[in-house]
């Protein structure tokens, strides 16, 4: 009930006539979005003035179980596991569950067993930050977001199906997501997310463009992507996901000092590879990595900018070193660099 969405047949059609029969095979899905902030004028008298999706319900209950002419949240997932029992399917939650007239303690609580993930988005700012709050936001924000909703939820995984900088498009008049600042806070945050042990986290997002300078009043002309949608060339965020996209498949205890930041992880061959985010200055800094073999081989290579706002990266690569007694390193860490520290087994 609600929305018509055909039926299987149907979007099986589809996929033939635009030329992909096959089913594309998708293993996790959301009901709905941001369903908590829907409009009065669609969803009813509980739903803030201020709501921006056009949904049916802002009452978590209802969410779950559904009202004449419209199914809820179980009703949908039994139906689409009637078809696919492989998939998995998650609710729309909030990170503090008493918020929104309560709305993630209602979608737990009649959720039950069947809460397959419980959805949050969470954001850095509403609006645009300064460079020193920018890079040290992450270390205070996961644990302050995730502890909380975890220990709620037991073995419920949390899935983060938005994260960025700063939430309000029309809020970032600095277009601090364009910045190098971003590319920091979003290392630092996969690296909080990884140590929490959250499994599913979406940035938003690959690419979303910019009507920047001739916008429409009140669009604050920054961009959300990770690449430029006009050359395809990289945004300084996409620095934060290609240092991350050479993490080993382990993960080892983090280590938050100062302006630094030092994510381990190891691979079952024993390869280390440890993401750094430098904030800061220039610095050298002495270290010992327990484990690591006498006389192994290591690099260091990453992505640095001249300042947390500058709209550009330049990428480095510091070469190759052999690793003192004991495990024994210095690393010279360039000034507002994410970098990637690897040693070979």
Do not use: K
């Not at 327990?290 to 990453?302: F, I, M, N």
């Amino acid at each position: 009930d609600g929305v018509d969405w055909g039926t299987v047949g149907r979007w099986a059609e589809l996929r033939a006539t635009g030329g992909h029969p096959e089913p594309i095979g998708v293993q996790l899905w959301e009901v709905g979005n941001e369903v908590y902030g829907g409009q009065p004028a669609s969803g009813g008298a509980e739903c803030a003035d201020f709501g921006w999706e056009e949904v049916w319900t802002c009452d978590g209950r209802e969410y779950v179980l559904g009202v004449d002419g419209h199914d809820g949240y179980l009703a949908i997932r039994s139906a689409m596991l009637a078809v696919d029992p492989t998939i998995s399917v998650g609710a729309v939650g909030v990170s503090e569950p008493t918020a929104w007239s309560g709305w993630g303690d209602e979608v737990i609580e009649e959720s039950g067993d069947a809460l397959d993930f419980y959805v949050v988005h969470t954001y850095g700012f509403d609006s645009s930050p300064s460079g020193d709050d920018a890079v040290a936001r992450a270390v205070e924000l996961w644990p302050e977001e995730l502890v909380p909703i975890q220990e709620r939820l037991g073995s419920v995984p949390v899935a983060l199906t938005e994260y960025n900088l700063v939430s309000i498009e029309a809020g970032d008049t600095e277009r601090t997501m364009t910045q190098a600042m971003n590319a920091l806070y979003l290392a630092d945050s996969l690296g909080q997310l990884v140590d929490h042990d959250v499994p599913i986290a979406s940035v938003w997002t690959l690419a979303s463009g910019t009507c920047w300078p001739e916008c429409d009043p009140g669009w604050a002309g920054t961009d959300y992507g990770l690449i430029r949608v006009d050359d395809l060339e990289p945004q300084p965020a996409f620095e934060a996901f290609r240092a991350w996209s050479r993490a080993g498949t382990q993960r080892l205890d983090a280590v938050v000092a100062g302006a630094l930041r030092f994510y381990p992880t190891r691979d079952d061959d024993g390869r280390l590879a440890v993401v750094v985010v430098n904030s800061g200055d220039t610095v050298t800094v002495p270290m010992q990595l327990d484990g690591a073999p006498d006389d192994a081989l290591a690099t260091l290579s990453g992505a640095t900018a001249d300042s947390l706002t500058a709209d550009r990266m330049v990428e480095f690569d510091a070469g190759e070193f052999t690793i003192g007694p004991n495990g024994d390193i210095v690393l010279d860490l360039p000034a507002r660099s994410v970098s990637v520290l690897e040693v070979a087994a």
